[in-house]
Structure formats: C-alpha cells, structure tokens
C-alpha cells in the first residue's frame, strides 16, 4: 500500500469447510505492519540506506498534494483516502499491475498509468467490453483505456465526483487550473461579484490591498489572478473568500454602523415585491418584464443562474457556468440578480449530448429509457465521428435539475455509453 505495508494475503479452505485467512511477511514487513513507517528505521538500527529514499515516496508525495490543496478538510479527506481504504489490483493489456484504492473506476487507472492519459480518455474497455466510466474495478481485471488524438480535448468536471484516487482527483484539478485558466479568472470573477452583490458589500470595501495580501499568503496564492482560478474552477468557494474578507472589514466599523446597515437592507428586502415572470423567474427591481432562458445553456430549475439586461429582448437568464457569462461579466452594469419562482412553469427544456460506440439497438435503448422515465422526447440527433463513435443529441422537457441528474445517471449505465452531459453551445 501508499503506507509502505507489506503483506501477502490468502484465504483458505480449513478442516471444519470454514475459511481462514493467511497472511505471510518478512519480519520488516511485519514491523512496519505493526509499528508503522517508522519501523525501517528501527529494523536498520536507524542507518539510512539508498533503498529508503524509494520507500519514503509516499511521504513526498504527501507533502506535494499538501501543496496543490487550498483546504485543509480536503488533504485531510485525500489523506485518509490513502492510507486506510481497500485496494483493487488490475492488469493493464501487457501485464502490468496496477494498484488502486476499492472502488476506483477507468479514470482512476488511466492517471494512474499517466497524466496525459487521463485528460485524453474517452472511454475504456474491461476485459475487452466497453465499460461506462463510471464501472467499479474489480481485482484480476484487464483493463484498456480508449483515448482521442484531439490535442483540445481533457477532463469533465464531473470526474471529480466521480474518481476514487487523491492522485486522479489531484491531476484533474491541475488540468483545469492550467488549460482553463483564463475561463476559470473570469468564472472567479464572476462568482465574486455575484456573492459580494448578495452579501451587500462593493469590491472596494472588501478587497484591501492588506487583507487581500494575507488572505492570499493564506492561501498560497500569488497575485488575485490567482485567487479567481481557483474559485473559478472549483477548489475554493467565493462565499468562503468573501465572508473572510467581510470579516475583515467589520473589524474597521463600529456595531452601530453595521446594524444601521443591516436593518436597512431587511427593511429594503421586506419592502421590496415578489414578482415571478411566465419562465418561472424572479428578477429583482424590475416588473413586467420580457424574460427567456438562454438557450446556449437551457438553465432549469435547481441550477445556480444570472440575468443579463439584454437590449430589446428583456432579461436573458444563463446557468452561472456557462461559458457566455465569462463574456457578459466585461459588461458588469448589466448583469442583475434573477432567481427561481416558488411556482412558474411546468416544464423545461434541456439538452444533453450521449457520446457512444455504435451497437446494434442502442438508440432504441435510449429512447426507452426516457419513455420509462415519462419524459417528452423534444428532438434527437445522432451522428458518427472520424474515431467511429456515435454523438447523440437530444433535446427532452423536463421539470427541474433532479429530474434531469437522475435521467443522465440512468443513461451513463447503458451498455457502450461512454459519456452523458449537458449540452453548452
């Protein structure tokens, strides 16, 4: 294991027909199974040795996850992941064994082998069947990963959720945190406003070149920039940002400023109407107004959403991450808060895009699927790549997120499907 435990394990059949397990070590392995990782030391008489430098690796490799972690909840999570959980042993087409910890997927194994594998997967096959990613290893496979030669091509940001390996996860964070880093400022960006127009404050009551300084040395981050990668793909959280900032500034006010403050957005808040719109949506200050939902993104209840004052067409309501906003956010004085009615529309429409290898029947399987699941087939269109796959795009009514997450599990579990996202255009 990553731990430096040794062991040989075996389970066997007794006199009585009751299994018994055995387990056979060398006497180090048996004290650095008892002692833990300082036993090398004490079996060598506490002598270094060439041969130590390989064994402390994973010690190395704490310390740089330590690094490439923002949140100390998280390396503590990686950490145990690590050093307690079960491993798979699995077989890569030449023979070679691959470790992983219980429950690792495709993905796992492809970072394992290499980075650049992982970031090019698109599929894998398990004992020579086509697996979804989502397929749990089992010890004694053989496992192949299909890649694409497409050079733009990396992770989904749904692998995070989906990987079992700190290393998997941590390679797919530092894909997104290098490829995407100009989408991810700008994401950042974005987010931050968005929680400093929600919490009340202005960018210059809160960003002070002082407290910015310590929150970043915080952090391990050089310059703002910086700051608004890693909220934009994920790894912090603009209200956690916002709120440490927020308390910063408390401290340079006096109590009865901030309750002054405080009572006159309850009373704003309090005064101001709800008005909900055909769409289902609530813009704020405004009445009566045109509204539509984006149709580069098709946002549907349950999603995180911001408007955009369009001109001559109302307010144009997009999910927070979609890549457009990145755009619309230069314009910042149009941007205006919108959120979901308590009731509106009965139905929505999503799309979402089946990424396959071609068999006989799959898109009749398919289309039961969201027959079973009572929804209503929009339009469908399927067509093949250069790479001999099939990309299925189908356009479905739906009536919130739950719905649609739940559809998308259910298809990712068909034989063949490689991949089932939502469609951002």
Same mark, same amino acid.
């Given at each position: 294991?990553?731990?430096?435990?040794?062991?040989? =394990?075996?389970?066997?059949?007794?006199?009585?027909?009751?299994?018994?397990?055995?387990? #056979?070590?060398?006497?180090?392995? =048996?004290?650095?199974?008892?002692?833990?990782?300082?036993?090398?030391?004490?079996?060598?008489?506490?002598?270094?040795?060439?041969?130590?430098?390989?064994?402390?690796?994973?010690?190395?490799?704490?310390?740089?996850?330590?690094?490439?972690?923002?949140?100390?909840?998280?390396?503590?999570?990686?950490?145990?992941?690590?050093?307690?959980?079960?491993?798979?042993?699995?077989?890569?087409?030449?023979?070679? /064994?691959?470790? *992983?910890?219980?429950?690792?997927?495709?993905?796992?194994?492809?970072?394992?082998?290499?980075?650049?594998?992982?970031?090019?997967?698109?599929?894998?096959?398990?004992?020579?069947?086509?697996?979804?990613?989502?397929?749990?290893?089992?010890?004694?496979?053989?496992?192949?990963?299909?890649?694409?030669?497409?050079?733009?091509?990396?992770?989904?940001?749904?692998?995070?959720?989906?990987?079992?390996?700190?290393?998997?996860?941590?390679?797919?964070?530092?894909?997104?945190?290098?490829?995407?880093?100009?989408?991810?400022?700008?994401?950042?960006?974005?987010? #931050? $406003?968005?929680?400093?127009?929600?919490?009340?404050?202005? =960018?210059?009551?809160?960003?002070?070149?002082?407290?910015?300084?310590?929150?970043?040395?915080?952090?391990?981050?050089?310059?703002?920039?910086?700051?608004?990668?890693?909220?934009?793909?994920? $790894?912090?959280?603009?209200?956690?940002?916002?709120?440490?900032?927020?308390?910063?500034? *408390?401290?340079?006010?006096?109590?009865?400023?901030?309750?002054?403050?405080?009572?006159?957005?309850?009373?704003?808040?309090?005064?101001?109407?709800?008005?909900?719109?055909?769409?289902?949506? #609530?813009?704020?200050? #405004?009445?009566?107004? &045109?509204?539509? *939902?984006?149709?580069?993104?098709?946002?549907?209840?349950?999603?995180?959403?911001?408007?955009?004052?369009?001109?001559?067409?109302?307010?144009?309501?997009?999910?927070?991450?979609?890549?457009?906003?990145?755009?619309?956010?230069?314009?910042?004085?149009?941007?205006?808060?919108?959120?979901?009615?308590?009731?509106?529309?009965?139905?929505?429409?999503?799309?979402?895009?089946?990424?396959?290898?071609?068999?006989?029947?799959?898109? &009749?399987?398919?289309?039961?699927?969201?027959?079973?699941?009572?929804?209503?087939?929009?339009?469908?269109?399927?067509?093949?790549?250069?790479?001999?796959?099939?990309?299925?795009?189908?356009?479905?009514?739906?009536?919130?997120?739950?719905? *649609?997450?739940?559809?998308?599990?259910?298809?990712?579990? /068909?034989?063949?499907?490689?991949?089932?996202?939502?469609?951002?255009?």
């Amino acid at each position: 294991k990553p731990n430096m435990y040794q062991s040989l =394990h075996t389970t066997l059949i007794g006199p009585d027909g009751l299994p018994f397990e055995a387990q #056979i070590r060398t006497w180090e392995m =048996h004290k650095v199974a008892e002692i833990g990782i300082a036993a090398h030391w004490k079996y060598k008489g506490g002598k270094s040795d060439p041969e130590f430098e390989n064994k402390i690796e994973w010690i190395r490799n704490l310390l740089n996850l330590q690094n490439d972690t923002r949140d100390p909840s998280d390396f503590v999570e990686t950490f145990k992941m690590d050093l307690f959980t079960d491993e798979v042993y699995v077989f890569t087409p030449k023979g070679d /064994v691959i470790s *992983l910890p219980a429950g690792s997927t495709p993905i796992d194994f492809a970072y394992a082998i290499h980075s650049a594998i992982g970031n090019r997967m698109i599929g894998a096959k398990v004992n020579s069947e086509i697996k979804p990613l989502t397929y749990k290893l089992k010890t004694g496979e053989i496992v192949e990963i299909i890649t694409t030669k497409d050079p733009n091509h990396g992770p989904s940001r749904d692998w995070l959720n989906i990987v079992k390996s700190s290393e998997a996860k941590s390679k797919i964070r530092q894909w997104f945190k290098k490829e995407r880093r100009e989408e991810n400022i700008e994401r950042g960006k974005t987010m #931050i $406003e968005k929680e400093l127009k929600k919490q009340g404050y202005t =960018h210059a009551q809160l960003f002070k070149a002082d407290w910015l300084e310590a929150l970043l040395k915080r952090y391990n981050l050089n310059t703002l920039d910086d700051l608004y990668n890693v909220i934009g793909f994920g $790894e912090m959280s603009a209200q956690k940002v916002v709120t440490r900032l927020r308390d910063e500034y *408390l401290k340079t006010v006096t109590d009865k400023e901030e309750l002054a403050k405080q009572e006159a957005k309850k009373e704003t808040k309090k005064d101001e109407p709800i008005r909900y719109s055909e769409n289902g949506i #609530i813009v704020k200050g #405004i009445e009566n107004c &045109l509204v539509r *939902l984006a149709r580069c993104c098709n946002p549907v209840p349950g999603d995180s959403i911001v408007g955009y004052v369009t001109r001559g067409r109302g307010v144009s309501v997009h999910r927070s991450d979609c890549p457009n906003v990145a755009t619309l956010a230069e314009m910042e004085s149009r941007l205006i808060d919108v959120r979901w009615a308590d009731k509106g529309k009965n139905s929505y429409v999503a799309e979402i895009e089946i990424t396959a290898v071609d068999r006989s029947k799959l898109l &009749l399987e398919i289309a039961n699927i969201i027959a079973e699941a009572q929804l209503n087939m929009k339009a469908i269109n399927a067509r093949a790549t250069k790479d001999n796959y099939d990309v299925i795009d189908i356009m479905i009514e739906i009536s919130d997120r739950n719905e *649609l997450e739940k559809l998308i599990k259910r298809l990712k579990s /068909v034989e063949n499907v490689l991949s089932v996202s939502r469609t951002v255009k």
